[in-house]
């Protein structure tokens, strides 16, 4: 006869090696899914976990730093929301001083950012966010403006980072970043045809700038296509428009401005004359309507500064435009945006050192955040295990493992001021660009929140399974580098959506309170 201590002890046994013989069986799913997919030579790591428990459901390679590409704004983001905090606001500043009108920057990436004035009651443009400014200065002065001085100190002027690759820097996705940004920092182009073919091309250009130094080498011709590119000098914003223009179009063709405070300045200073206000020398305009010459315009842009070391003003603030961090953190993560991330990596940086905002104090004040000890951090050993190069993830010398990321989304995710902000952040498949068209022929059981990572050789997914019912949630993270272009790189797009349907078959699982047994096997998902 068995004991009723020893049966007792038996099942004891039994329930606490569920858990590992669980998590057994979903390393084993997923090492399958992996090696059914075609990724020879890559470096692959993943993390799965149960955030209810705790429980490591997945640990292949989930300790290796990997290139974590657009992952990377899952840490800058997180600790931005826990430095700054959830009210933060940005505020551009348009502030009179005698006959000196000074235009204080926050680092706020979204000022004149298209999308973000698009969700405002007016939906104001770009354009017309200018107007309102020189008006603004219209309404409170009578003579007109001395010089303009445009006030960036809250960043450093290390505009590009030097780890950024030299020949993407003219696209927006490699911004300049810097303590007054306009326009997400780039120009748009709207080419439109002649009405003959071999005529150069018409365009207009976002915000309006007919002063701009643009040399049109394009033509046009017959046809439905455009192949229209642009390209910029040096240092400076000296454009090029190539190519051929067909057909006209609302979809901007887009380049980076070089040394943007100083771009914003000379726009605000060619819209001042026509509401009224006179630069310099430089009268009122008849109109709105009318138009700088090019002599006017040299003179009112010899007004415009940037603002010199210890310079002080006593002048009041005639107007404010802010922005949110929720619209700020959004835009980063369910937008991808490169110019948010890093704006908000300076930004934490000057909040904690007050010094000019820079990747360096940006950096160091992110590793704090990782390095603080449970629950408030991950501890000493994540954060030595972590290279931070910038904000965003475009440097090839960040390095993240994909344990780092799960243990980060589930301290944030706790966070009971700014996890939900956190969370609703990440892009939802059907919403948001990066996840537009993932997941289309698979049926999730659960809600998914997620964050992509893409550059050469790099894809990465990171992110929340929730259940809708119990709130249950699951956090993972799949990281893939060393990847070849090409057939490769959509064999590991496939891969991050197997091991995801792991996951959420799993959860689904506890929901139902089946056995782990009855956890169904991957396949017919398609």
């Not at 009578?142 to 100190?153: A, K, N, Q, Y």
Request: glycine content about 8%.
């Amino acid at each position: 006869m068995i004991h009723p201590l020893h049966v007792l002890t038996v099942a004891a046994t039994f329930v606490t090696a569920m858990p590992c013989a669980l998590g057994q069986e979903l390393n084993s799913q997923v090492e399958t899914s992996l090696a059914n997919h075609k990724l020879t030579g890559a470096r692959v790591g993943v993390s799965v976990v149960d955030l209810e428990t705790g429980r490591e459901l997945v640990d292949l390679r989930d300790e290796e730093p990997l290139i974590p590409a657009s992952n990377m704004k899952l840490l800058t983001s997180g600790a931005a929301l826990l430095v700054l905090g959830r009210d933060f606001v940005f505020r551009t500043e348009l502030i009179l001083d005698g006959t000196r009108l000074v235009l204080r920057g926050s680092g706020d990436p979204a000022l004149g950012d298209p999308f973000i004035l698009e969700k405002t009651p007016t939906k104001l443009t770009v354009d017309g966010l200018v107007s309102a400014l020189a008006g603004s200065v219209k309404t409170t002065t009578s003579g007109p403006v001395s010089e303009i001085i445009i006030d960036d100190r809250v960043f450093d002027r290390q505009w590009v980072h030097p780890t950024w690759p030299v020949a993407q820097l003219d696209k927006w996705y490699c911004a300049e970043v810097s303590g007054v940004n306009f326009h997400t920092n780039v120009i748009s182009f709207f080419p439109s045809p002649a009405t003959q073919a071999g005529r150069p091309p018409g365009y207009s250009l976002e915000p309006s700038v007919p002063w701009m130094e643009i040399e049109n080498m394009a033509r046009t011709v017959a046809g439905s296509k455009n192949t229209v590119s642009l390209g910029r000098e040096p240092d400076s914003n000296r454009l090029t428009m190539f190519g051929e223009v067909a057909i006209p179009t609302r979809i901007p063709v887009e380049i980076t401005l070089h040394d943007v405070p100083l771009f914003a300045g000379k726009v605000l200073a060619a819209e001042l004359p026509r509401a009224g206000v006179g630069v310099g020398e430089v009268g009122p305009l008849a109109s709105p309507e009318s138009r700088l010459t090019r002599e006017q315009t040299a003179n009112a842009f010899a007004k415009v500064r940037l603002v010199s070391t210890g310079e002080t003003f006593e002048g009041r603030t005639i107007a404010v435009v802010t922005t949110s961090i929720e619209d700020v953190i959004e835009r980063c993560n369910g937008d991808s945006h490169n110019l948010y991330a890093e704006c908000l990596l300076k930004r934490m940086g000057h909040e904690v050192t007050q010094e000019p905002g820079s990747w360096t104090n940006g950096a160091s004040v992110l590793r704090m955040k990782l390095a603080e000890l449970p629950p408030k951090g991950l501890g000493p050993d994540c954060a030595a295990s972590t290279q931070i190069a910038d904000g965003s993830g475009m440097s090839r010398e960040d390095r993240v493992a994909p344990r780092t990321l799960t243990k980060w989304l589930d301290r944030m995710q706790r966070d009971s001021s700014c996890g939900g902000m956190f969370v609703n952040s990440l892009a939802s498949p059907g919403h948001k660009q990066s996840l537009k068209k993932r997941f289309a022929d698979r049926k999730l059981l659960n809600e998914l929140r997620g964050k992509t990572g893409t550059i050469d050789g790099v894809r990465c997914f990171s992110g929340y399974l929730t259940d809708p019912q119990s709130g249950r949630r699951v956090a993972f993270s799949v990281m893939v580098n060393n990847l070849k272009e090409g057939e490769q790189a959509l064999q590991a797009l496939d891969f991050h959506e197997e091991v995801v349907v792991i996951a959420d078959k799993w959860l689904a699982a506890r929901r139902a309170g089946r056995p782990a047994a009855a956890v169904p096997q991957m396949g017919g998902d398609r």
